[in-house]
């Protein structure tokens, strides 16, 4: 189990976050970014999980407290709305990777929905990551373009998404390509938020597993 801290934010002030401990000292870290319901339980327990896999994890609250039930998506889509994406990254993101990299650990980033586009912009603007990991999210190309990728990235993506739909992903993938850069891209027969466990409509476990797996040995990778 992790518990609440405060870090410093790039811009002045603290920001707050849950952080989970591998064994480890010197463990890799990853920061996971949120979906638009806030710092739900579900992505502490996949800081958790990350926890146990060796990284020290670290979520930052991008609402500030703020936590959405599932239920209320016009709620969430207003909180989403009202997020300044490039200041929280630049800001909130990019401090919780300098809290995890401070003994000098190697730093990925990773995220969900919201999160997942996050963490694309992340992989364009934070320096001092070294991979990420993005669960059906993608930004808008004048956010983070596929060229300005600067990290080894990898994907994974529902066939069946109506939010970050298959030709939108098969877009940027073509890009990334034509860019040189290192990545990978994945994709499930699923909906969308199919890693959710607290979200049984669109929860996949299979799916869910295989991706989770793909994700630690990415990172394993990357970040040794």
């Known amino acids: 189990m992790g518990k609440m801290i405060s870090f410093q934010r790039t811009g002045g ?8 401990e591998a064994t480890g000292p010197k463990a890799p870290g990853v920061v996971v970014i949120q979906e638009w319901w806030g710092l739900q ?10 926890a146990g896999a060796g990284f020290h994890a670290l979520a930052p609250d991008l609402f500030e407290g703020k936590v959405v039930p599932y239920h209320d ?3 969430a889509s207003a909180a989403m709305s009202s997020l300044d994406f490039r200041k929280a990254t630049d800001e909130v993101v990019r401090g919780a990777v300098r809290h995890l990299a401070a003994g000098g650990a190697k730093v990925g980033l990773t995220g969900f ?10 992989a364009v603007h934070v320096p001092e990551l070294s991979a990420a990991v993005t669960f059906y999210g993608l930004p808008p190309e004048e956010v983070a373009a596929p060229r300005d990728v600067r990290v080894p990235l990898q ?3 529902a066939r069946h998404d109506d939010w970050v739909s298959p030709a939108v992903v098969d877009d940027f993938e073509r890009k990334l390509r034509a860019a040189g850069k290192i990545f990978e891209f994945h994709r499930y027969e699923g909906h969308h938020a199919f890693m959710n466990s607290d979200r049984k409509e669109v929860h996949d476990p299979a799916a869910a597993q ?3 797996e793909r994700a630690v040995e990415f990172f394993r990778k990357h970040l040794a």
């Open 13 to 20: 002030g603290t920001a707050a976050g849950y952080l989970a």
């Open 41 to 50: 339980g579900q992505i502490k327990e996949i800081c958790d999980r990350f």
């Open 73 to 75: 998506s016009a709620a």
């Open 113 to 122: 929905c919201m999160g997942g586009a996050v963490t694309v912009i992340g």
């Open 155 to 157: 994907g994974h993506f």
């Open 210 to 212: 295989r991706a989770w």
